[in-house]
């Protein structure tokens, strides 16, 4: 972290498109003037930065979701800042908002909406907005309710369990009266699932065999698998799925989302038309009209104590490139953050 009165802007610049995992070698460190505040505009403070796989997806030059980062443009990412100047009608210095800020120290906030700068509600943690109010949430919970269809008596199995996404959907699958096996990495992760996030039972993939481990928890099968993982866990779950299971597809971590040809698919993908099962990917943006009610449930869930979340915090700007690579090799528990200034200094030289 760095002093908040700094007089530059440091920023993360794409400029080379990464072959395998990411490093800095992909990126280059540059400093600017810090940016001035037109009309109608606030200059925020970026604090909290977001690690998400799906930046590394972002990173490449083939069809996504979302355009590519272009060569010589600032490393796109999720955050939250306090706006510390400001000539915009609806923010005020001081007040925190949320949105795509960038790996950098400043941005400029102009219009909310979408792909734009919010400002947090009042009474919610800044940084939640990234994780349980963000991306992660919703992905969790349409995935769980709306493509899992999760109802009470099912059997539920949710890959990297102790991850954001995985831990928070496997809590909506308990919450909805179901069983819910998990499948981490290493014993403190799978700990952690159990005892912190309520899972029924969780299989350590590092040290036991998924898929006769699943046959053991599951002997009636899978009714719902809430996959993020891809790979050999996929293939396992695929292995023991009940009639008329649903398959929710929201990553593949395991792939590294890099550029090129993709791994083989899933070996056991027959089973879905055995056990007339379905398998449908979607992505959480398809949901837009229907924020609020994901917003309502969640805040609920979480105020009443049913629903917990863990935070994996990484300091400094400098550590971007290493902390998303991080993802791909199992360092994170939770949601993984990159705190880039101190929101009590700032407070402090207001």
């Known amino acids: 972290m760095t002093d908040p009165d700094q007089q530059v802007n440091r920023q993360w610049i794409l400029t080379a498109r990464p072959e395998g995992l990411v490093d800095e070698t992909c990126f280059e460190l540059r400093t600017s003037p810090v940016p001035e505040p037109g009309p109608g505009e606030a200059l925020v403070r970026v604090v909290w930065l977001a690690a998400e796989p799906t930046?590394?997806?972002?990173?490449?030059?083939?069809?996504?979701?979302?355009?590519?980062?272009?060569?010589?443009?600032?490393?796109?990412?999720?955050?939250?800042?306090?706006?510390?100047?400001?000539?915009?009608?609806?923010?005020?210095?001081?007040?925190?908002?949320?949105?795509?800020?960038?790996?950098?120290?400043?941005?400029?906030?102009?219009?909310?909406?979408?792909?734009?700068?919010?400002?947090?509600?009042?009474?919610?943690?800044?940084?939640?907005?990234?994780?349980?109010?963000?991306?992660?949430?919703?992905?969790?919970?349409?995935?769980?309710?709306?493509?899992?269809?999760a109802k009470e008596g099912d059997t539920v199995f949710v890959s990297g369990a102790a991850g954001a996404t995985g831990s928070i959907a496997g809590q909506i699958a308990r919450l909805l009266g179901c069983r819910v096996i998990g499948s981490a990495g290493g014993p403190e992760k799978c700990k952690w699932a159990v005892e912190t996030a309520g899972f029924d039972a969780c299989v350590d993939y590092r040290s036991e065999d998924v898929e006769s481990r699943l046959r053991e928890l599951a002997p009636d099968g899978l009714d719902v698998v809430f996959d993020g993982v891809g790979g050999a866990v996929l293939d396992a779950a695929l292995a023991n799925l009940a009639e008329r299971a649903r398959v929710v597809v929201v990553g593949g971590i395991s792939s590294g989302y890099g550029p090129g040809e993709p791994p083989p698919g899933p070996r056991n993908y027959l089973q879905l038309g055995i056990k007339r099962a379905r398998m449908e990917g979607f992505i959480f943006l398809d949901y837009l009209e229907r924020f609020p009610e994901a917003f309502g449930r969640l805040g609920q869930w979480l105020g009443s104590g049913g629903l917990v979340y863990a935070e994996d915090i990484s300091e400094g700007l400098e550590q971007a490139p290493a902390v998303l690579r991080g993802l791909f090799e199992g360092r994170n528990l939770g949601k993984q953050l990159i705190r880039i200034a101190d929101p009590e200094t700032l407070a402090e030289s207001r």
């Open 55 to 149: 930046q590394r997806g972002w990173l490449n030059d083939g069809p996504n979701y979302m355009n590519p980062v272009g060569l010589g443009e600032v490393m796109r990412s999720g955050g939250v800042g306090q706006v510390v100047a400001s000539n915009h009608a609806q923010l005020a210095v001081g007040d925190w908002v949320a949105g795509m800020v960038g790996w950098q120290d400043y941005v400029i906030a102009e219009a909310g909406g979408l792909f734009g700068l919010n400002r947090v509600p009042d009474g919610i943690d800044p940084k939640a907005m990234l994780g349980i109010f963000g991306s992660t949430g919703l992905t969790a919970y349409f995935g769980m309710v709306d493509i899992g269809q």
